[in-house]
């Protein structure tokens, strides 16, 4: 199933003109919510790309199904295969968030450097991929100024809708997360974060 979605992500990067072919994919440690990490070498092209791997439900790494699929605006429910669905939300939140820093500075004259989405690569009944570009990563200088730049970007965002939410379910590690639009964040944070997770934990016998 990794093979079939590998070669899922090789015919995109084959049909768009401007990535080519895939020259090696190499498997990468680490990685969340189930998923599975890759960087790909392109023949002839200077920069990586990182492409994350969900695969469906059948395979290693699906959905904690103690969390029932929102119903409510801004997290409906769809046919989506689960693992289309969590790489599209992880795809709306990276264009989201490059939407609010692109040539901005935020903070200390600090810019974000967010990795725009290349594309969402689909395999019906193996999974799905989110295809972006290598960042080179690095500890920031000054942890604080790092510190306060992510406030600014959150009351950024909360600036341009005067709610909290989002446009669609999205995910922390394998669970899903409603995001119904709510003006009070107290009651977003308790009745869309922490009792869905209460409630599976109940149910898994883990809390009594």
């Not at 059948?58 to 409510?72: C, F, I, N, V, Y």
């Not at 989201?96 to 200390?108: K, P, T, V, W, Y």
């Amino acid at each position: 199933r990794v093979r079939s979605v590998l070669q899922a992500v090789s015919a995109h990067c084959r049909s768009s003109p401007a990535l080519g072919r895939v020259a090696s994919a190499s498997q990468l440690d680490g990685g969340c919510g189930g998923g599975l990490a890759f960087r790909l070498q392109l023949r002839g092209a200077k920069d990586d790309l990182f492409a994350k791997i969900i695969l469906s439900s059948s395979s290693k790494g699906t959905l904690q199904p103690a969390l029932e699929r929102p119903a409510e605006s801004g997290g409906g429910a769809d046919a989506r295969e689960p693992a289309v669905e969590q790489v599209e939300a992880e795809q709306a939140g990276l264009v989201a968030l490059a939407s609010m820093c692109e040539a901005e500075d935020i903070g200390d004259n600090m810019i974000f450097d967010v990795p725009v989405p290349l594309g969402v690569c689909r395999c019906p009944g193996a999974g799905a991929a989110l295809l972006l570009p290598w960042l080179a990563l690095h500890r920031p200088e000054s942890l604080e100024a790092h510190g306060a730049a992510v406030g600014t970007l959150h009351r950024r965002s909360r600036g341009r809708s005067e709610a909290y939410g989002f446009t669609c379910t999205t995910f922390c590690g394998r669970w899903r997360q409603a995001n119904a639009w709510s003006h009070d964040w107290v009651a977003f944070f308790l009745l869309q974060r922490l009792q869905p997770l209460l409630r599976a934990a109940v149910a898994a016998g883990t809390v009594g």
